[in-house]
C-alpha cells in the first residue's frame, strides 16, 4: 500500500510541473487530446495510460521523465526486456545476431 500511495504522489507532482511546462492544465489536456477533468483524475487516481504518459513525456520535451508518470514502466519494459532475451537464446538467434553486430563495427 504505502508503494501505491508514493505512485500517486509521483504522478501528481508530475502531472503538474508538465502543466507548468505547457502552461497550464488546460492546454496540457489539449495536447494529450483529453479533458481536464479526465487529467485531474488521473492525477488523483495515480493510474496514467501509458500512451498518455509518452504523449506528455513528447509534449514537455522530455522534461518529464515517463518512469515519472508511469512509475511501473521500468519494470515492465525490464521484464519484456528479459523475456525477449531468454527467448532469442533459447532459439539460438541471440548469439548469432551478436556476432552479426559484432563483425559490423
Not at 26 to 48: D, F, T
Amino acid at each position: 500500500m504505502r508503494m501505491f500511495k508514493r505512485a500517486i504522489v509521483d504522478n501528481i507532482e508530475a502531472i503538474n510541473r508538465a502543466s507548468k511546462i505547457v502552461g497550464s492544465e488546460k492546454a496540457l489536456a489539449e495536447i494529450v487530446g483529453v479533458s481536464r477533468q479526465r487529467l485531474n483524475y488521473w492525477k488523483l487516481n495515480g493510474l496514467l495510460p501509458c500512451n498518455i504518459a509518452m504523449d506528455i513525456y513528447v509534449a514537455t520535451g522530455g522534461q518529464v521523465g515517463m518512469h515519472e508518470l508511469c512509475p511501473d514502466l521500468k519494470l515492465t519494459v525490464q521484464k519484456f526486456i528479459t523475456l525477449f532475451i531468454a527467448r532469442q537464446k533459447i532459439e539460438g538467434l541471440y548469439e548469432n545476431k551478436l556476432n552479426t553486430i559484432h563483425t559490423l563495427k
